[in-house]
């Protein structure tokens, strides 16, 4: 299984651009990455997920390098309601569990 | 609108009281996950099911918490007796094949 490392917390202001960066040195042929999003007292949503390259999305895109060894959460102009955590997952969904590390607490303010 | 959905979404019981928290999964999705959610240790993986079949429970305490599921549209984890430290949201979630997981609202677990 692939551990993965993110920021403990980051903090922007409205209208920014925000990069969350995800690390998963030992990440496997099979495996995706995928990012979801969590507001307080509600269960984790899926963002967006890729395998290789960018994704993008109508609300983030992902940046993936070649080697797939880190990932990065792009949000375009955040706004206040994006203050959420953000969680980086890396795993085949079609064998793995699915463990969630610490996640990144994104503070948005006015 | 398709989602899962648990019960309860809060429950207040005394320590070694029996405590049942049931997830109805997405019709159609074939993994069921267990999940745990506490200040301290963040989200934790309890159990995990495919077709039914449990997976994985590693991430459970054997001696006193249970996952199952009778049918393909309920998942049950039963936790007796219950202590003060299994206090938590208690999540579950779905995953129909794309890799994607729905979750439910949670149930809030209080035990005094």
């Known amino acids: 299984l692939a551990k993965t490392t993110q920021p403990i917390s980051m903090d922007s202001y409205e209208g920014q651009e925000v990069n969350i960066t995800c690390s998963h040195n030992n990440i496997a042929t099979n495996d995706y990455i995928t990012w979801y999003q969590q507001f307080p007292s509600q269960g984790p949503r899926f963002i967006i997920q890729?395998?290789?390259t960018k994704v993008t999305n109508e609300v983030a895109s992902l940046f993936i390098p070649a080697d797939r060894k880190s990932s990065t959460l792009s949000l375009p102009r955040v706004s206040l309601s994006d203050t959420a955590v953000y969680y980086c997952l890396v795993g085949d969904f079609n064998t793995d569990k699915l463990i969630f590390g610490t996640g990144t607490r994104l503070q948005v303010f006015p | 609108d398709a989602r899962v959905t648990q019960t309860p979404r809060d429950k207040v019981t005394e320590m070694g009281q029996e405590v049942t928290m049931r997830c109805q999964p997405i019709?159609?999705?074939?993994?069921v996950f267990w999940y745990r959610q506490t200040m301290m240790q963040g989200l934790e993986l309890l159990a995990y099911f495919r077709n039914r079949a449990p997976l994985d429970d590693s991430g459970m305490p054997k001696d006193r918490f249970s996952a199952e599921m009778p049918d393909a549209t309920l998942a049950t984890l039963k936790i007796q007796p219950s202590e003060p430290r299994d206090s938590a949201v208690y999540f579950c979630a779905s995953e129909g094949g794309r890799g994607e997981l729905f979750f439910g609202e949670g149930s809030r677990l209080t035990v005094l």
């Open positions: 890729g395998y290789k």
């Open positions: 019709l159609g999705h074939n993994t």
